[in-house]
């Protein structure tokens, strides 16, 4: 079995390809991180993973396994296969270095956006082009109000989501840097990614905790 084992660094990005019908964990190594997952179709960067076309055919905010991912050209690009926390966001856009500059008066901090850009660029992502994120562990209520909050995610450590990639892909994560409002308990931790030609639960498993 071929398999690549990825650590995104806490608050940073990270890029990979991914062919169709391999498999991606994503995990969240140590408890409440948000980790902000993109992806373009690596045969044609205008396809690109998309938060809005998967709402409408999905015809929910929220996601499961069993599901697919939609493109922006209304094909699926991925699958859920498994997914431990449940919890994920996928209405949030990607913080930028407006938000922590102009919400926070911070300036030159870690970001998403730049996180998912400093790689993606070598392939031709601008940040116009840039998808909108999956926010993967991500704690988004919606209010009964029909507001959106952002609060500490649920996920423990060593949770994570399966996907199996329906097309060639180039990915991105970021671990998302927020650290000083609630997103990320407040302190920003790694995320793990494992790209595999083949997915047993029992096998995943023992990959998470190793």
């Known amino acids: 079995m071929c398999q690549c084992n990825l650590t995104v660094p806490a608050g940073h990005g990270k890029t990979f390809r ?3 019908g391999q498999f991606i964990t994503v995990i969240d190594s140590e ?30 905010l929220f996601f499961q396994p069993g599901d697919a991912l939609w493109s922006s050209e209304n094909r699926p690009m991925l699958r859920i296969l498994a997914d431990s926390i449940g919890i994920h966001d996928a209405n ?13 008066g911070v300036e030159g901090h870690r970001n998403c956006v730049d996180n998912l850009l400093e790689g993606l660029k ?24 029909g ?17 199996e990639a329906l097309c060639d892909l180039i990915c991105a994560v970021s671990s998302c840097p927020q650290d000083i409002i609630p997103g990320n308990g ?25």
């Open 122 to 145: 070598a392939f031709g992502v601008t940040y116009f082009s840039l998808p909108e994120p999956f926010n993967l562990f991500q704690n988004g209520p919606v209010t009964a109000d």
């Open 92 to 104: 949030v856009p990607a913080c930028d270095r407006t938000r922590f500059s102009v919400d926070f």
């Open 186 to 210: 407040l302190q920003v931790t790694p995320i793990e990614i494992v790209v595999s030609d083949r997915f047993h639960a029992e096998e995943m498993h023992h990959a998470v905790n190793a």
């Open 147 to 163: 507001r959106m909050e952002v609060t500490d995610p649920n996920s423990q450590a060593g949770d994570s989501i399966t996907f």
């Open 18 to 20: 991914v062919r169709k």
């Open 31 to 60: 408890g409440q991180q948000a980790a902000d997952f993109v992806a373009v179709n690596a045969d044609d960067l205008n396809e690109k993973l998309s938060p809005v076309h998967t709402r409408q055919q999905l015809r929910s």
